[in-house]
């Protein structure tokens, strides 16, 4: 607390306390990251699936060729094999490109799920109350010294005795000694 506030106070504000520990901190920040990296490319890890595909139609080709071969001489050079060939390879494409966007979108669900774990609130607002300083603990004293001081000099201060407006018709105070100043005055 520094001086100016033990003297005269300080206000109330908000504030925010972290309601994460540090381990849970870091999980939602990975968290945050993986799905981040995970949204902007969502086919990531896609290649080794790809690679095993093209593998195991590479094996396919040999068993086409050796239908066209039992049909006879030449045959794996005619227009039907290579037709044979380009409609496997367009179905192998095909069927790569519905993998492809299957995996991409299994992959941005899974990564926004991960992303909404890493988005759970971090920190609680509070309301810290202000602090009366000394001033202001002081004021009411300060005053009634004042006031005394004002009507009846150090009795009047109540420092000895009540006080002369305390006294005065019952305890009134400033309400019963006025009528008495304005009757001084017009005399």
């Known amino acids: 607390m520094n001086f100016g506030n033990m003297l ?58 050796e239908r066209f071969t039992s049909m006879g001489q030449g045959a794996q050079r005619s227009s039907g094999f290579q037709s044979a060939l380009g409609r496997a390879g367009a179905g192998l494409e095909e069927s790569l490109a519905a993998m492809r966007a299957q995996y991409g979108m299994q992959n941005r669900g899974q990564m926004m799920q991960l992303g909404q774990m890493g988005m759970q609130p971090r920190f609680q607002n509070y309301y810290k109350q202000g602090s009366q300083g000394l001033m202001q603990q002081l004021a009411p004293l300060l005053s009634q010294i004042g006031m005394g001081a004002a009507t009846g000099g150090l009795t009047g201060m109540g420092l000895f005795g009540r006080g002369m407006m305390n006294q005065y018709q019952g305890g009134q105070g400033m309400g019963s000694i006025l009528p008495l100043l304005m009757m001084g005055g017009m005399q």
Not at 25 to 49: K, T, V, W
Request: aromatic share 10%.
């Open 8 to 65: 005269f106070g300080s206000k109330g504000k908000m504030q925010q306390y972290s309601i994460m520990d540090p381990q849970q901190l870091a999980a939602s920040n990975l968290f945050l990251n993986q799905a981040q990296q995970g949204i902007q490319d969502p086919y990531a890890g896609f290649a080794p699936i790809e690679q095993h595909a093209r593998s195991q139609f590479q094996q396919s080709i040999p068993s086409i060729a």
